[in-house]
């Protein structure tokens, strides 16, 4: 093999530029484990590796990508030989170590995942780390008592890649799911995913934060952080739970103590990046039997190639995505 494409981002003084490039496997970092990629997908981090401001590559050149799935070309760790399918996200890949829009990469072997039985690959890479961030939050709902007894759920962010997934899930187990979004237009869609009722954006959140309000929901799913999270806080039931993944509305949550020490609520961090090999292979377990969804393709936005992934990365910061951009390699 002499060389293979790559999507490259670069940046030199005040010249930044997206595009394919060629690249030799001497150019890919170090790793036991080198995988012929055959899917990636598309998620806010990856879009904001494309901008020159977006604060998340660290050195230039780089090959943007947080997740990928695909074939073991070859191995230094006995965990994983020639043909083996796997499946990588997080850590550092796409962050400091070349990610997944390449047509291969070198990983290590402690950050790798063997593809479970029951998903394939392209299966894999359509839940992504954003599906994969939605059942850990499912899992630390469940893990704090919550059950579909308990009351209605909601997700908030419920068109993006995690509320996506966080709805499609919890529907299949059996919940009462309300959806949160700011977008009229995709009410059909989320009626699909199993979403039993929408609540449009400002039911969360219009503008004032109270130190307590309504109880409406036992518990909530929340890629959104910011005050809308705080507003969340003051309206979950007593003993609910609120799973914390993302921050698109802000890092600030002004909230107060009285929902923690009033009616018992519990804020979960949910951190899909640096999680634990025993949770997570727990996660993609599930994944693959109880979570996984029978109509997985339609949370498939679009399938996209290389060529076409500079245009796609810039939709999600724009806020236009809508489930999930699968990368074809």
């Known amino acids: 093999m002499q060389s293979f494409n790559a999507l490259i981002v670069n940046k030199k003084e005040e010249q930044f530029s997206v595009d394919v490039q060629q690249l030799t496997l001497q150019d890919l970092p170090k790793g036991e484990v080198l995988i012929k990629v055959q899917y990636s997908g598309v998620n806010y981090k990856d879009s904001l590796a494309s901008i020159p401001n977006g604060n998340i590559v660290k050195n230039y050149p780089f090959v943007p990508g947080i997740d990928l799935a695909g074939v073991v070309v070859s191995s230094e760790d006995p965990r994983f030989k020639e043909g083996d399918e796997v499946i990588a996200t997080s850590y550092e890949i796409g962050v400091s170590h070349f990610g997944g829009y390449s047509e291969y990469a070198r990983i290590p072997a402690n ?131 609120v799973a914390v993944s993302g921050l698109t509305a802000g890092t600030s949550v002004p909230t107060t103590v009285f929902p923690f020490i009033l009616r018992g609520v519990n804020l979960l961090g949910i951190d899909s990046v640096y999680c634990d090999m025993e949770t997570r292979l727990k996660v993609w377990n599930r994944l693959a039997t109880d979570y996984k969804l029978a109509n997985l393709e339609q949370v498939i936005q679009k399938e996209v190639t290389l060529t076409e992934l500079p245009e796609v990365l810039s939709t999600l910061l724009k806020g236009q995505a809508r489930g999930r951009i699968l990368v074809k390699l």
């Open 111 to 241: 950050w790798i995942v063997p593809l479970p039985k029951g998903l394939t690959l392209k299966e894999a890479m359509t839940i992504g780390t954003a599906g994969f961030t939605a059942a850990l939050s499912v899992l630390r709902l469940e893990e704090n008592g919550i059950a579909p007894e308990k009351g209605k759920v909601l997700v908030t962010g419920a068109t993006g890649g995690v509320g996506s997934f966080a709805v499609s899930i919890l529907a299949k187990l059996g919940f009462e799911v309300e959806a949160s979004t700011g977008k009229e237009s995709e009410v059909a869609y989320l009626k699909q995913l199993g979403a039993t009722s929408i609540v449009p954006r400002e039911e969360v959140y219009d503008g004032k934060i109270r130190a307590l309000g309504k109880q409406k929901w036992a518990a909530a799913i929340d890629p959104v952080g910011g005050e809308p999270l705080a507003s969340l806080l003051s309206q979950i039931q007593y003993g609910g739970s």
